[in-house]
């Protein structure tokens, strides 16, 4: 899976779902009430933007120990090796990336093999033998995806940086690509993510993705224009899952950030005021944990039997 939104290393290969909601900040348990005193700003004080990408978001959505791992604690605990599905994603990504950067006129499918070279990343397959393998499968998705594609069409962005502030966060990510396409009342923007990890993504995996919702939001400001529909493109299977979001439910999924980025800003302020890091940045364990870069820095995680960093591949086999 997972190169996600962007290409970036996902760590686990399929997002997690189904775990017991964790007490906002200011609702939490008696114990971490008495941790987490409440700082009050002066009147008129701006209060801290927090600063952030869908990927820190998710970190602390999955679990509040790992986002600590990642973005709290200096220096950080050593990661574990890299995963063979992110640097298949990774390549693929870039593959697709370069291929918008050529002249339209040299978009076609014959490039796609030495622009995949040119950009695979071998990090983490078990031997040579899966990794060939891999790279074969990936141009065939490539050719196949190129396809369909109109080689003259340029998108509005590709691996685009959209940034965006609300009254909490200052928001900003790279989108896989952003298409314009006719509406009803003139061109609208499109959220495209590339997807090369596991089958079987739906309608709800596009309108549950907050990171697709936080582009799009951002896309509609940074672009001036209407930006509502958002694409999950499974190269595997060359599918797309889609869905057309509201002007309230992208206000939705903005004030969903907002709340988790006010709990790790209550959990940071609480280990400054001297909590224990531990408390303010519970583990959550799960099966997650077999693919946490972290976990042999996890006390909670370790126990976890860890996975090969090609085991995702071999899911594909
Ligand atoms: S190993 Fe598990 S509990 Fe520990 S940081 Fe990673 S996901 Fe969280």
Not at 20 to 36: K, L, M, V, W
Not at 117 to 132: C, I, L
Request: charge should be positive.
């Amino acid at each position: 899976m997972p190169a996600s939104s962007s290409g970036r290393p996902a760590g686990r290969p399929a997002a997690g779902a189904g775990r017991a909601p964790r007490p906002r900040a200011g609702q939490s348990t008696p114990s971490r009430q008495s941790a987490q005193p409440e700082q009050l700003g002066f009147d008129g004080m701006p209060e801290r933007l927090f600063v952030c990408t869908p990927s820190k978001l998710g970190a602390y959505a999955d679990c509040p120990r790992r986002y600590r791992y990642s973005y709290v604690d200096r220096p950080a605990p050593p990661k574990g090796p890299p995963w063979a599905h992110n640097s298949l994603g990774a390549s693929v990504h870039n593959a697709l990336k370069n291929w918008y950067a050529l002249p339209a006129d040299r978009r076609r499918p014959e490039a796609l093999a030495g622009l995949l070279r040119g950009t695979w990343v071998r990090d983490g397959f078990r031997d040579d033998e899966q990794e060939r393998d891999a790279y074969r499968r990936a141009l065939a998705w490539l050719e196949s995806y190129v396809d369909a594609l109109d080689p003259q069409a340029d998108p509005v962005g590709v691996e685009r940086v959209v940034a965006v502030k609300t009254a909490v966060l200052a928001f900003n990510g790279r989108a896989d690509r952003i298409d314009s396409r006719p509406g009803p009342s003139g061109p609208e923007l499109v959220i495209v993510d590339y997807k090369t990890g596991r089958a079987g993504l739906d309608a709800d995996d596009a309108r549950g993705s907050q990171a697709l919702a936080l582009y799009a939001y951002a896309a509609e400001r940074v672009f001036r224009r209407p930006c509502r529909r958002v694409e999950l493109h499974h190269l595997p299977t060359g599918t797309v899952a889609a869905h057309e979001h509201t002007a309230e439910s992208l206000a939705r999924q903005v004030t969903r950030a907002e709340e988790t980025a006010r709990d790790i800003m209550a959990a940071e302020r609480a280990v400054a005021d001297g909590a224990d890091p531990d408390d303010a940045f519970p583990a959550e364990a799960g099966p997650r944990c077999g693919w946490c870069d972290y976990r042999r820095a996890c006390p909670t995680g370790s126990q976890t039997p860890g996975k090969d960093p090609w085991a995702a591949m071999e899911r594909r086999d």
